[in-house]
C-alpha cells in the first residue's frame, strides 16, 4: 500500500516544516540540511541552481549556484538572506539579463516567514531583495515574467488568526514595487479544521492573464486537496478554474500548439503517482482516455517539475519509492506527445539513501540535467545530467 498523500508535501514545496522552525542545522534530519529546487540554464550555457544550504553559523541561507554544463563543476556560490531560515522554490531569468527567485524569508527566530524575491545580475550579485505578506505566514513558490514589464510571484498566504491559506498573487515592477495582490481561496465548514489554498505554478496566458495551478481545499486530514487550473485576468481576478482529481499540481508549461501541460502528484484510492495532463486554454482535457496520464509503482510517487521537451514531448522530474538503490531516487519520466511513456522511458537514479529530484533542463545536445537533494554518502545539492535516453553522463 502506498503512503498517504500529504507525507510527500513536506518535501520540496513545504520544507518550510522543517527550515522556517529555525532550528540549528544540527538539531534537523540530514536530507533537509541542503538542496536544490529549481533549476535554470544561463546565458552562457551553464546552470544555475537555486535552493537552500546550511551554514553552522547562520542557520539555513537561501542559495544560486552556477555549475559548468560540460561536466557539474562549481564556478560560483552565493547565499542571501538574514541569520535564520530562508529558501528559494523558483528561479527564472530576470528581464534585465541577470535571474529572479521567490521563496521565503525569516527576519528573525520564530517569527512568521514571508514571501520573498531576490534579483541578482548574471554573476549571482543581489540587486533587490523584498519580502511581502506583511504580518501573514506566506511563501512564493513560483514567479514569472510579465509580457510587459516586472513579474507575478505566486504561492499562498495565511492571514494572522486563522488556519486557512489563500492562493496569493503578486504583481511586482522591476524595482519589486506591488502593483497588486492578490488573495483567492475557501473557508472550512468545520469549525475545528481548516482549508489550504495555494498555487504551486504560474504560467503567462497569450491575452495578458496568467494560468495557475496548485491544490485547492487541502483539509486538516493531510490528504490532498483537488488539482486545479485557473486562469486569471492581468490584474489578478479569476474567470474560471477547473478541477481534475484529489492530488496536487506543481507544474504549468503552456505547449508550442497553443494548449496547456499540467503535472505533479494525484492521489487514486491509496495510489500515489505522478500525473501528467494537457488541456486547452478553456481548461477542456485534451487526451483520449485516459485523459490524465498516471506514472507509478507500489511505492508513492511525487512529480516535481515537468517541461516539454524539443521533440514535443514531456520530461518530468520528482521523487519514487518503487523503483530504488536505495530509500528514494530521484525519478524522471520521458513521456511522448501524447503523455505516454513506457517502462523504457522511466528512470531513476540515486544512491543507498534519499535522493529526490526538484528542478530540470533541457540541455542542447536534447539531455536533462536535474537538480535536487541527496542524502547518499553525505547531505548535498543533487545535480545530474542524463543523456536523451536517460543515460547519465555525469557525475
Known amino acids: 500500500?502506498?503512503?498517504?498523500?500529504?507525507?510527500?508535501?513536506?518535501?520540496?514545496?513545504?520544507?518550510?516544516?522543517?527550515?522556517?522552525?529555525?532550528?540549528?542545522?544540527?538539531?534537523?534530519?540530514?536530507?533537509y540540511q541542503r538542496g536544490g529546487n529549481s533549476l535554470v540554464l544561463s546565458a552562457d550555457g551553464n546552470l544555475i541552481i537555486a535552493g537552500y544550504n546550511s551554514s553552522a553559523t547562520k542557520g539555513y541561507q537561501a542559495t544560486l549556484v552556477k555549475a559548468r554544463a560540460t561536466n557539474g563543476d562549481t564556478i560560483w556560490t552565493k547565499t542571501y538572506g538574514n541569520s535564520f531560515s530562508d529558501a528559494f522554490f523558483s528561479i527564472k531569468k530576470s528581464n534585465e539579463d541577470g535571474y529572479i527567485a521567490t521563496g521565503f524569508t525569516n527576519k528573525a527566530s520564530g517569527g512568521s516567514p514571508a514571501m520573498w524575491v531576490v534579483k541578482t545580475d548574471a554573476n549571482g550579485k543581489e540587486l533587490l531583495s523584498k519580502s511581502y505578506g506583511g504580518s501573514a505566514y506566506s511563501q512564493g513558490f513560483c514567479i514569472v515574467q510579465n509580457s510587459d514589464s516586472g513579474y507575478l510571484v505566486a504561492g499562498y498566504k495565511q492571514a494572522a488568526g486563522t488556519y486557512n491559506r489563500d492562493i496569493y498573487l503578486l504583481r511586482i515592477n522591476e524595482g519589486g514595487s506591488v502593483i497588486w495582490e492578490k488573495t483567492i481561496g475557501k473557508r472550512s465548514n468545520d469549525p475545528y479544521g481548516y482549508a489550504n489554498d495555494a498555487a504551486y505554478g504560474v504560467a503567462p496566458a497569450p491575452d495578458g492573464g496568467y494560468f495557475i495551478t496548485g491544490s485547492l481545499n487541502t483539509g486538516y486530514n493531510g490528504d490532498g486537496g483537488q488539482i486545479f487550473l485557473m486562469k486569471v485576468t492581468s490584474m489578478g481576478d479569476s474567470l474560471w478554474i477547473k478541477t481534475y482529481g484529489t492530488g496536487f499540481g506543481y507544474s504549468i508549461t503552456p505547449?508550442?500548439?497553443?494548449n496547456i501541460t499540467i503535472s505533479g502528484s494525484i492521489l487514486e484510492g491509496t495510489n500515489q503517482d505522478v500525473f501528467l495532463l494537457k488541456t486547452d486554454t478553456a481548461g477542456k482535457?485534451?487526451?483520449?482516455?485516459?485523459?490524465?496520464?498516471?506514472?507509478g509503482g507500489a511505492g508513492f510517487e511525487y512529480g516535481a517539475s515537468m517541461i516539454e521537451t524539443s521533440d514535443g514531448g514531456f520530461a518530468i522530474t520528482g521523487i519514487t519509492e518503487s523503483i530504488t538503490f536505495g530509500l528514494q531516487d530521484v525519478y524522471l519520466v520521458l513521456a511522448n506527445s501524447s503523455g505516454e511513456a513506457g517502462a523504457d522511458k522511466i528512470y531513476h537514479y540515486g544512491g543507498a539513501?534519499?535522493?529526490?529530484?526538484?528542478?530540470?533542463?533541457q540541455m542542447i545536445d536534447n539531455g536533462f540535467?536535474?537538480?535536487?537533494?541527496?542524502?547518499?554518502?553525505s547531505s548535498h545539492i543533487f545535480l545530474n545530467k542524463v543523456n536523451a535516453a536517460g543515460q547519465q553522463t555525469w557525475p
Do not use: H
Open 369 to 377: 540535467c536535474i537538480t535536487g537533494l541527496s542524502n547518499s554518502g
Open 353 to 361: 539513501d534519499n535522493d529526490q529530484g526538484y528542478g530540470i533542463v
Open 255 to 258: 505547449t508550442r500548439d497553443g
Open 285 to 295: 482535457l485534451l487526451w483520449t482516455a485516459p485523459t490524465i496520464k498516471t506514472f
Open 1 to 31: 500500500m502506498k503512503k498517504k498523500f500529504y507525507r510527500i508535501s513536506i518535501f520540496a514545496f513545504m520544507i518550510l516544516a522543517v527550515l522556517s522552525s529555525c532550528k540549528k542545522a544540527e538539531d534537523v534530519p540530514l536530507q
